[in-house]
């Protein structure tokens, strides 16, 4: 299977496709798989990777402090690894994070910056919901128990009854390939540590914000705020869809992000 070492852990990555690189980084406790609905698609167009982030998937677990600003030099080190010079990012929630970092960190290996469902941290961000903090931050340790009720606020109520075979999928997936609960802890103290509102402005590449107006999670809000600080951003907002948009509305956000990194005027 597909690693890399990178400093002190070996890296778990899928690839698919060829031509200019895209790379695909997932959120909070999430591994590449989280992005099965757009892989095929991005690999007709580009060479497409999407990384396990150190503590997720078959990543290492390091049982030590994780930081925003490691996971993104990591992503650099999975470049230099496969001799990538340049390479889109696609990032969603904590992945947003960590792509904003790699943006700022490592601007000299970016195309185009694609930022899902994200926010730029700290105390000005409109906060997740009550109801979906407790989901977040009261894990049980049991994958097929966590994965149903992160399911539960991270895409709409109508999604999860006329489609339930897509949260099976998942969480069989998950339940193969388990999240220690340490490991998650990492990821969560990272994520909370995240704060760029101050820097964003200083992001030179192209970027696209995509958004769904229903998320419970990180609300749209969000978005509009990220819009604001980073001049010359685009913005897509997809309608009735939560969190996990990209799986929801798949085709449309595909379609989408496909024309903005091959340069076209994005829509939506």
Partial sequence: MPHVRVDDLQLFYVEQGRGEAVVFIPGLGGDHHLWHRQLPAFAQHFRTIAL?????????????????????????????????ERAHVVGASMGGFIAQMFALRHPHRLGRLILCCTSFGGPNVVP???????????????PATDLRRLWAVSVTERFLREHPEVLEEYVAWRVAHPQPLYAYQRQLAAALAFNVESRVHEIQAPVL??????????PVENARR???RIPGSRLVLFPEAGHLFFIERAEEFNRVAIAFLKGEEPSG
Avoid: C, N, W
């Avoid at 919901?129 to 009261?138: I, R």
């Avoid at 914000?209 to 990180?218: F, K, L, Q, S, T």
């Fill in 209 to 218: 914000i995509a958004h769904g107006m229903e998320d419970r999670v990180v």
């Fill in 52 to 84: 396990d982030p150190r503590g997720a998937g078959q990543s290492d677990k390091l049982d030590l402090p994780y930081t925003i600003e490691e996971m993104a030099d990591d992503v650099a080190g999975l470049l230099e690894a496969l001799g990538i």
């Fill in 128 to 142: 997740m919901p009550p109801e979906s903090l407790t989901v977040f931050t009261q894990r049980t340790g049991d």
């Fill in 226 to 228: 990220l819009h604001a």
